[in-house]
């Protein structure tokens, strides 16, 4: 069974510019989850959805961040315009109701953004 | 609101030695824990997880945890480590059904032969 897939898995952008991640979860998997992880942080959540609908976009910076999860399955995170301190490992993980309780959440390899 | 707390930034460790990771907790119901391991440039991978019941968890990679409810900890374990061990550690709590885990800031374990 493939895992969470990511890419890019780099990026080097200059400052202002936009960037897209995009991240493709485990067949079958209905929640969807953005992290951003700093260097030398924990992963920090962005957002989270179930199925289509973003049911936890709290800790999203709307002014600049976006995210879109089409049909229910992949899912676009955006930055526009991106600045210095975006500079991060952005990963994307997905977990099934069908686990139970435990409702494990599996992480892909995350992009590495770096922003000049 | 939750919170977790790793006091180790790094520890080293000498092949087949044991180790213990501090992992201390803050959260205002029954806690649900997790232990992730990030190997450079990948995702994270779980290793054990706590929910109830028995207070020693048993995980992958010969890994154990023991929850002590008393001391809000949920320190990680392994009695020989192996080199392929060298990596970041993180320890995690949330909810009931896992949807919004908080995770400490990491214990980075070098492993020297």
């Known amino acids: 069974e493939a895992g969470v897939v990511q890419s890019p898995r780099y990026k080097i952008i200059e400052k202002k510019q936009p960037v897209a991640f995009w991240c493709n979860p485990i067949s079958g998997h209905n929640t969807l989850y953005w992290y951003l992880q700093n260097l030398g942080q924990g992963p920090e959540l962005l957002i989270r959805y179930e199925n289509e609908e973003a049911v936890d976009d709290s800790q999203l910076p709307k002014d600049r961040f976006s995210a879109e999860r089409l049909k229910g399955v992949d899912s676009t995170l955006k930055i526009q315009p991106a600045e210095l301190g975006d500079s991060a490992v952005y990963l994307c993980?997905?977990?099934?109701?069908?686990?139970?309780?435990?409702?494990?959440?599996?992480f892909g390899p995350g992009t590495r953004l770096t922003v000049l | 609101a939750q919170s977790v707390t790793q006091p180790d930034i790094h520890i080293t460790v000498s092949e087949g030695a044991s180790l213990e990771l501090r992992c201390n907790y803050s959260y205002g119901a029954t806690p649900y824990l997790f232990w992730y391991v990030q190997s450079p440039g990948q995702g994270l991978q779980l290793l054990l997880k706590y929910f109830s019941g028995d207070t020693l968890v048993q995980g992958i990679k010969g890994f154990e945890a023991e929850f002590k409810r008393s001391q809000s900890s949920f320190n990680l374990r392994k009695p020989s480590v192996h080199w392929s061990d060298a990596a970041e550690y993180f320890c995690?709590?949330?909810?009931?059904?896992?949807?919004?885990?908080?995770f400490g800031t990491g214990t980075r374990l070098t492993i020297i032969p």
């Open positions: 993980a997905s977990s099934s109701e069908t686990s139970g309780s435990s409702r494990e959440q599996f």
């Open positions: 995690a709590v949330g909810p009931f059904g896992n949807e919004k885990l908080t």
